[in-house]
């Protein structure tokens, strides 16, 4: 079983930078593919970033390339959201998701796990 924990979310100015966290909870983090979403209301839940955790290659959706950056710490087990130049249209929940694939999914219904999630809420 994997749990995921997200923290990091709050309210910030239009340009401004958040930093969010996902914390695992498993001893085989070696064999996941982990993602953040996001879903803002009245919106369809949207990738964001893909992580391979093994090898540490990354994926961006076009939307966020160049503002958003995803990393992880193995030995924090943890995956990390890097979110600058935020903008108003970047108020959502966040959430980060986790599959046990060697392959990085943008389909929500692709992963497996997910965490509670964080709301993330950008003043203009």
């Known amino acids: 079983q994997v749990q995921l924990v997200e923290s990091g979310g709050g309210l910030v100015q239009a340009g401004g930078s958040l930093l969010l966290s996902c914390t695992i909870s498993?001893?085989?983090?070696?064999?996941?593919?982990m993602g953040w979403f996001r879903q803002a209301p009245g919106k369809e839940r949207e990738f964001l970033a893909g992580i391979l955790w093994s090898a540490g290659r990354t994926y961006y959706a076009d939307s966020v390339k160049g503002r958003f950056t995803i990393s992880r710490d193995i030995a924090k087990n943890t995956v990390y959201l890097q979110m600058s130049n935020l903008k108003p249209e970047d108020t959502a929940g966040y959430c980060c998701?986790?599959?046990?694939?060697?392959?990085?999914?943008?389909?929500?219904?692709?992963?497996?796990?997910w965490g509670q999630g964080t709301q993330v809420t950008v003043s203009s």
């Open positions: 498993t001893r085989t983090a070696g064999t996941l593919a």
């Open positions: 998701a986790a599959r046990p694939r060697f392959t990085v999914s943008t389909l929500a219904g692709a992963y497996d796990y």
